[in-house]
């Protein structure tokens, strides 16, 4: 068994090479946990946000779209609690001058007092006591920088739905229960970043907030727990790597009645990657209270009025796209040599076929043309005349093309192709003008 690190090197290493994820900036040295997604892992991870929009608001009739602005009001993070709260306590070493979370396991001693050793320098006394350190990342607007100008890069997508709660449901003509589903970016100025895409300072979220009615939220609760299980299932992961874990008292946000991880048991452990959160009414009765707005909803059947409770869903785009990547990558022994293959569910593969003349004359490069042209504009498909056919199926396998599609003697002859399985390996022959069928047939679901 390769080491978790060794696994992990071995994704990041073929996730630089075939184009799936890059070092932001890295002709400079790289930007400490930032990172860019290249041709392949832009698909991979658009696919992912497709089929999670599909899911959550083309497949539904109670749930509404919406991209929120980044920038807000800084009286949305005042009223949400994130000023105040969403802080970690951190030491410094004036020493080295290095920074730590206070809760590091590598300090020995208690921060502030003189025993108390750096991890790093092993220098003894020069740890500072904690203090709190806010994970938001400033800015300011507009062209003087006053503390009058501060703005916040959103640390979470939700509020810019709850700010909006009234105008959809008003735009939309929803009632209680409904939700509204956003997909954009976050920004956390985390201490401890780093498992390449797993903790990073700018990611995208997936989330969903459903607005329902104070006392039907445990009900709801467990709906929409049982949902996202099975839509994490549906991505094709390996059912023994995923499951559950309730958050204790002192792992509860500050917003949270209740809150549960799906986790994935990554090649580092068992890491959170999606959240279900029973918010109450914490974060609409403190908009309300600090906008002076009125958040209640009016339940024109009943004449009653309350501020809806929310359930949260929260799932991070690039955290499911590391659980997509490390559940697809896969070694094996074919015929004597190593093959690296990334098994991606055929849906979410960047790459759905590739195309191969199997040499460059006799009329079959003329015929992978034309295929290739027919196929792409059903699916994305990827051509390559570059050097032998097992080293081209190679290249495909590492960027977990489910179908390799040869063009060889035969096929201009009776006009059928080769239709090679990624994972079986097995070959089937396909007459050329039924290919886009059974491609769509294969790639269903
Ligand atoms: N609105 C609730 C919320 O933001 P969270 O548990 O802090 O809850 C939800 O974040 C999800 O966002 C996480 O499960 C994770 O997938 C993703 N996420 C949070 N911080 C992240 C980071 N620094 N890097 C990458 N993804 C992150």
Known sequence: ???????????????????????????????????????????????????????????????????????????????????????????????????????????????????????????????????LFNLMFKTFMGPVEEDAAVIYLRPETAQGIYVNYLNVLQAS?????????????????????????????????????????PGTDLEWFEFWKAQRMQWVQGLGLHAEKLRFHQHAKDELAHYAKDAYDIQYEFPFGWQEFEGIHNRTDFDLSRHQQHSGKKLEYVDTATNERFVPYIVETSAGADRTTLVVLADAYHEEEV???????????????????AVFPLVNKDGMPELAR???????????????????????????DEAGTPFGITIDGQSTQDQTVTVRDRDTLLQDRVAADRLVAYLTEQLKG
């Not at 997604?37 to 959550?56: C, H, T």
């Not at 015929?335 to 076929?353: D, N, Q, T, W, Y």
């Not at 792409?376 to 390559?384: E, K, M, Q, T």
Request: one cysteine or more; aromatic letters at 10%.
């Open 173 to 213: 003509r929803q009632k209680v229960p409904f939700g509204i589903a956003q997909i954009g970016k976050a920004f956390r100025n985390e201490i401890t970043p780093g498992n390449f895409i797993f903790r990073t300072r700018e990611f995208e979220q997936m989330e969903m907030q459903f607005f329902v009615k």
């Open 335 to 353: 015929s004597g040599e190593k093959r690296v293959v990334m098994r991606f569910h055929p849906a979410l593969a960047p790459i759905k076929a």
């Open 1 to 131: 068994m390769p080491s978790p690190d060794n696994v992990m090197d071995k994704l990041v290493s073929l996730a630089k090479r075939r184009g799936f994820v890059f070092q932001s900036s890295e002709i400079y040295g790289g930007l400490g946990s930032v990172w860019d997604y290249g041709p392949l892992g832009v698909e991979l991870k658009k696919n992912i946000k497709e089929r999670w929009w599909r899911a959550m608001v083309h497949e539904r009739d109670d749930i509404e779209g919406l991209d929120a602005a980044i920038l807000m009001h800084p009286k949305v993070w005042e009223a949400s609690g994130h000023v105040a709260g969403f802080t970690d306590p951190l030491v410094d070493c004036k020493q080295c001058k290095n920074r730590f979370r206070a809760d590091d396991p590598r300090i020995k001693g208690t921060p502030g007092q003189p025993d108390a050793q750096c991890p790093v320098c092993g220098m003894k006394g020069t740890l500072t006591a904690p203090r």
């Open 370 to 396: 034309r295929i290739y042209d027919d196929v792409r504009r059903h699916v994305n498909v990827f051509y390559d005349d570059g050097g032998s056919i097992g080293r081209r199926y190679r290249r495909q």
